[in-house]
C-alpha cells in the first residue's frame, strides 16, 4: 500500500470561458478553503471577455490559455498540468463552500481504495433563490449512476489522481461529460457519496445545461456507451430505467420552458418530438396548455410522418366511447398480487415515500427515532445520524432501542430526537392523536417529523389486516397538523393519479408502471400523503 503524504497537495483546475465576471468568486472560494495546501490552475478555454485581465490578478495561480476546445479538453489540459496528489474540478461560474476540500480528502484518506468521493450541493439562482441537492447513495454506485446523475455538480467530486492514468474527459462530448467520466470510473472502482454540502452550483442563462436538446441528447448517448457491458439483471433496469428517466427529465423541462414563453417555441418543441414522440405526447396531454400545444403544434409540422404519429398517439389518449371501454388484464376480481406488489417488483407507494426522503435527507442527522427498524434512517441520514433508534410496540423485534406505543410512550424523554421517520404507520394506529401529540413532545425544537400515510390503498391481507383503521386526505392531515404542530410548520403533499392509484389497488409492482406515469399528481387520485412538520 502506497503511503500518503501527510498534508497532499491538491489541485483545483479552474477551466474558464467568458465567465471573468464570476472568476474572482470562483478563486475566492478557493484561497478561503479550510485545507490550505492547493494549487490553482486556471484553463481559458479561448476567452473573449476579461477573464485573463482577472487571473492574472491573482499572482499564485497558474495561468494557461488555449483556443476555444470546449470543457472536456480545458479539463484535461488542467490535469497534465498540475501536481497534486488529489484533484477537484471548479467551474468559473460556481464556488466551493470554505470545507469542501478537507471533507472530500477526509473521505479519500480514510479509504484509499476510493477512486473519487462526491458530496452534496446547492442550487443558486441569478434572483438569489438557493436550493439545497442532497441526496444519499451508500452502495451500488455505478447502478445509481445507471438511473441518473445523483452527483449532479462536478465540483462536489475529489479525485484521486490515480485516476487520470487511465481516465480522461471526452472531447467529444459538448455535455454530460463528467457523467460519462463518473459511469466509466464507478464501473471499475470503488466510489463514496456523502450528504455534506461541498459547492454552490449557479444557474444563469449562459449556462450549458439551459440547451435541452444538447443535454438530452448527450445524456443518452453516455448511458447508451454503457449498454454492452452491463452484466445483470440489476443493472439492466437501472440502465432502462435511466434512459427513460433522461427523456423524461428533459422534456419536462422544455415543456415548463415553452409554458412561460408569450409565443411559443415550435421548432425546438419539433425536435423534441422527432427524438421521442410518445413520451414528449404524453407530457403535453398532463399539460394544462394541451390544446394551445397540440393545436399550434399539428399546423408547424412539415413531416407527414410525424404528424400522422401524433394524431395516433392522440387518438389513443382521447376517452373511449361509453360501452366500449377495453378492461384487458384489469377484467378480474382478484388483484395480480395480495402482496402489495412485493411479489412483483415492490408496491407502487415506495417511490414516493421513499422519492420524498430523499428529498427532505438533510433532516436526517442527529439522533434519529424509526418506527419497527432503521432502514430509511441510515439509508438518507449515513454519517449524519449521531444514534439510531428504532420503537416497536413489543419485544418481539431485536433490532428495537425502545419498546411501547408510540400514541402512550412516557418512558420516551421530552424533547429528545432531532428527527423521526413515521412512514405508512400511523393509519395502523387507533389512537392516531395521541401518536402525533408523542411525535411533537419527543422531538426537540427545530426537529422533523417525516411522516406518510395512505389514502387508496389495498388493505393488508396479513399481520396488519385486524389494525388497519384508516386513511387520510391532504385536508384531514392539513387540518391535524394545525392543531399538533401549531404555527404552520407543517408541509403536506400529496401523490398519485388514476393510473398509478389502479396499479397499486391491483398489485402491480413498481417495475411495472412507467416512470412518466408515476410522476404526474393529480390530488384527486392521493395514492399518498407526504408531511414534513417542524417542532417550533
Not at 436538446?213 to 456507451?225: P, S
Not at 412516557?410 to 401529540?437: E, K, M, V, W
Not at 401523490?495 to 417495475?511: D, H, P, R, S, W
Request: hydrophobic share 35%; glycine share 6%.
Amino acid at each position: 500500500m502506497v503511503a500518503l503524504a501527510k498534508n497532499p497537495l491538491v489541485s483545483v483546475v479552474i477551466p474558464c470561458y467568458n465567465h471573468g465576471n464570476l472568476l474572482q468568486t470562483a478563486l475566492d472560494s478557493v484561497y478561503l478553503q479550510s485545507y490550505p495546501h492547493t494549487e490553482i490552475i486556471i484553463i481559458d478555454d479561448g476567452s473573449t471577455d476579461n477573464t485573463r485581465q482577472i487571473a492574472k490578478q491573482n499572482p499564485s495561480i497558474i495561468y494557461h490559455y488555449q483556443n476555444n476546445k470546449g470543457p472536456s479538453a480545458a479539463r484535461n489540459t488542467g490535469i497534465r498540468l498540475s501536481k497534486g496528489d488529489f484533484l477537484v474540478f471548479l467551474d468559473a461560474d460556481d464556488y466551493l463552500y470554505p470545507d469542501a476540500i478537507a471533507t472530500n480528502l477526509t473521505y479519500l484518506q480514510q479509504q484509499v481504495q476510493l477512486a473519487f468521493v462526491s458530496g452534496s450541493h446547492d442550487r443558486v439562482y441569478d434572483e438569489e433563490k438557493v436550493y439545497s441537492e442532497v441526496r444519499v447513495v451508500h452502495r451500488q454506485h455505478y447502478t445509481h449512476l445507471l438511473k441518473g446523475n445523483y452527483i449532479g455538480m462536478h465540483a462536489t467530486v475529489l479525485y484521486r489522481r490515480r485516476v487520470f492514468e487511465e481516465f480522461e474527459f471526452d472531447p467529444s462530448l459538448r455535455g454530460c461529460e463528467e457523467y460519462d467520466l463518473y459511469l466509466k470510473i464507478a464501473r471499475k472502482y470503488p466510489v463514496r457519496h456523502h450528504a455534506a454540502k461541498i459547492a454552490a452550483y449557479r444557474f444563469h442563462l449562459s449556462n450549458s445545461s439551459r440547451n435541452v436538446l444538447l443535454m438530452l441528447k448527450t445524456a443518452i448517448e453516455v448511458l447508451r456507451r454503457q449498454e454492452h457491458l452491463l452484466q445483470s439483471d440489476e443493472e439492466t433496469k437501472a440502465y432502462q430505467a435511466g434512459v427513460m428517466s433522461w427523456k423524461y427529465y428533459y422534456t419536462e423541462q422544455l415543456l415548463e420552458k415553452l409554458q412561460k414563453q408569450q409565443s411559443l417555441a415550435l421548432p425546438e418543441y419539433y425536435n423534441l418530438l422527432k427524438y421521442d414522440p410518445s413520451l414528449t405526447l404524453n407530457n403535453i396531454l398532463n399539460s394544462s396548455s394541451t390544446a394551445i400545444l397540440m393545436n399550434q403544434m399539428l399546423k408547424h409540422i412539415p413531416s407527414s410522418r410525424v404528424r400522422n404519429k401524433l394524431k395516433s398517439l392522440l387518438f389513443k389518449q382521447r376517452l373511449p366511447t361509453p360501452g366500449k371501454v377495453k378492461v384487458g388484464d384489469f377484467n378480474r376480481y382478484l388483484p395480480f398480487s395480495t402482496q402489495f406488489g412485493y411479489d412483483r417488483g415492490g408496491p407502487v407507494d415506495r417511490y414516493y415515500i421513499e422519492n420524498f426522503l430523499e428529498q427532505e435527507a438533510n433532516f436526517v442527522k442527529g439522533r434519529v427515532l424509526e418506527i419497527g427498524d432503521n432502514e430509511y434512517t441510515m439509508r438518507y441520514g449515513g454519517d449524519k445520524v449521531i444514534k439510531s433508534d428504532v420503537l416497536h410496540v413489543n419485544d418481539s423485534n431485536p433490532t428495537a432501542t425502545l419498546i411501547g406505543d408510540i400514541s402512550h410512550a412516557p418512558q420516551i424523554p421530552d424533547n429528545s430526537f432531532d428527527c423521526l421517520i413515521l412512514t405508512q404507520t400511523l393509519h395502523l394506529i387507533y389512537d392516531f392523536r395521541g401518536a402525533l401529540q408523542t411525535c411533537y413532545r419527543i422531538l426537540k425544537p427545530g426537529g422533523a417529523l417525516l411522516l406518510t400515510v395512505p389514502y387508496i390503498t389495498p388493505i393488508d391481507y396479513g399481520e396488519w389486516e385486524d389494525t388497519w383503521y384508516w386513511s387520510f386526505t391532504d385536508k384531514a392531515l392539513k387540518r391535524l397538523m394545525q392543531e399538533m404542530f401549531p404555527g404552520d410548520t407543517a408541509e403536506i403533499t400529496p401523490y398519485g393519479n388514476v393510473f398509478t392509484a389502479t396499479a397499486f389497488l391491483y398489485g402491480m409492482g413498481l417495475q411495472e408502471v412507467p416512470l412518466d406515469k408515476l410522476k404526474y399528481n393529480d390530488p384527486h387520485y392521493q395514492v399518498t400523503i407526504t408531511v414534513k412538520a417542524i417542532k417550533n
